[in-house]
């Protein structure tokens, strides 16, 4: 093998321990807090932790197994059942990562009509509409027999009809496809958090001019006082842009070398790089391990579930009671 092989089977390795756990633990966090449970994004995290989890135990162990063995992974109709479930699942990820955009700039821009805006009956038309989405284009990429073993991302996924009819048909289909889910949700999630920032930097500059005025009025404060409270109000303001910039970056990363090579190799007959190919799909594939981490395991709320389970497992009892909990919907 070669060392650029090695890498990325490393890499792919990492990425499906580190999504499998993670997604798991999700999904446990879940099952266990009733708060989440009862919180309209629980319902777009679980259908997203769901996908990532199909996704990692489908599609990521048979890409390892292409990287590493260059061959095809197993009979032609079980790789087209993997293939039909890599365009499903990617899809609807996809999806749901822009119902959980919508539901929190609602939740910012609108805090005091947002549980009148946004209800579980909402959530399930919008997770109905990602599924008759997905199914959608899975179905007639199916039916159409687009999905197989593409050798330039050594996965079982969408590739080239032969016929040059069935190359046109496929060249239109692959930038339908991209333009309502891709690009789609690139605007998406620009839009939206986009708009929570400017509603977050708008509160942090109202906090920023109350503390200011007070520091103003306490004549007697101490330097060392004030310098902290003027770091507080830094910090704060960065804390937001980072976080936007997380939901919107990892997106942006993980996807976008992916799909540029989706659509230019239609355009082109020079093969590109094989290594090139499965390092665009490992990237693909690593937003299924980002995702726990930017969308649940870092905020406060699963972070205190995970550390009641610890509790509950080690038989030690929470130190703040595991009754009494606040939670926030969204915290810039």
């Not at 997203?48 to 095809?72: E, Q, W």
């Not at 955009?101 to 609602?106: A, K, P, Q, Y």
């Amino acid at each position: 093998m070669h060392t650029a092989e090695i890498a990325l089977s490393l890499l792919l390795v990492v990425i499906i321990v580190v999504s499998l756990l993670s997604n798991v633990l999700v999904l446990i966090c879940f099952l266990y807090n009733a708060e989440i449970r009862k919180q309209v994004p629980g319902l777009f995290i679980l259908n997203l932790t769901f996908c990532n989890l199909l996704l990692s135990a489908s599609s990521m162990p048979l890409t390892l197994f292409g990287v590493l063995s260059n061959a095809h992974p197993g009979g032609q109709i079980f790789c087209q059942v993997v293939g039909f479930l890599d365009t499903f699942l990617t899809t609807n990820s996809m999806l749901s990562m822009a119902a959980l955009s919508i539901d929190r700039w609602v939740a910012v821009v609108f805090p005091l009509s947002y549980h009148s805006r946004i209800r579980h009956r909402d959530a399930v038309i919008a997770l109905a509409y990602t599924w008759m989405h997905s199914l959608s284009f899975s179905v007639v990429a199916a039916c159409l027999s687009w999905v197989g073993y593409h050798q330039l991302y050594a996965s079982c996924t969408l590739c080239n009809g032969r016929a040059v009819n069935a190359k046109t048909q496929f060249a239109i289909y692959t930038m339908v496809l991209h333009s309502l889910t891709f690009l789609l949700v690139s605007v998406v999630l620009c839009v939206t958090y986009l708009k929570v920032l400017k509603v977050a930097r708008f509160h942090c500059k109202r906090i920023d001019v109350i503390t200011m005025q007070t520091l103003v009025l306490l004549v007697d404060i101490h330097p060392s006082v004030r310098q902290r409270c003027l770091e507080e109000q830094k910090r704060r303001r960065q804390r937001a842009t980072r976080k936007i910039s997380t939901f919107i970056g990892t997106f942006v990363v993980c996807f976008t070398p992916y799909v540029i090579t989706r659509i230019v190799e239609l355009f082109v007959t020079e093969p590109f790089n094989p290594y090139w190919g499965m390092l665009c799909k490992s990237l693909a594939y690593s937003k299924a391990a980002c995702d726990p981490f930017v969308y649940s395991l870092l905020r406060h709320q699963y972070r205190k579930t995970c550390s009641d389970i610890i509790n509950r497992l080690l038989k030690r009892s929470s130190p703040n009671g595991s009754g009494h909990h606040m939670y926030c919907i969204f915290r810039v």
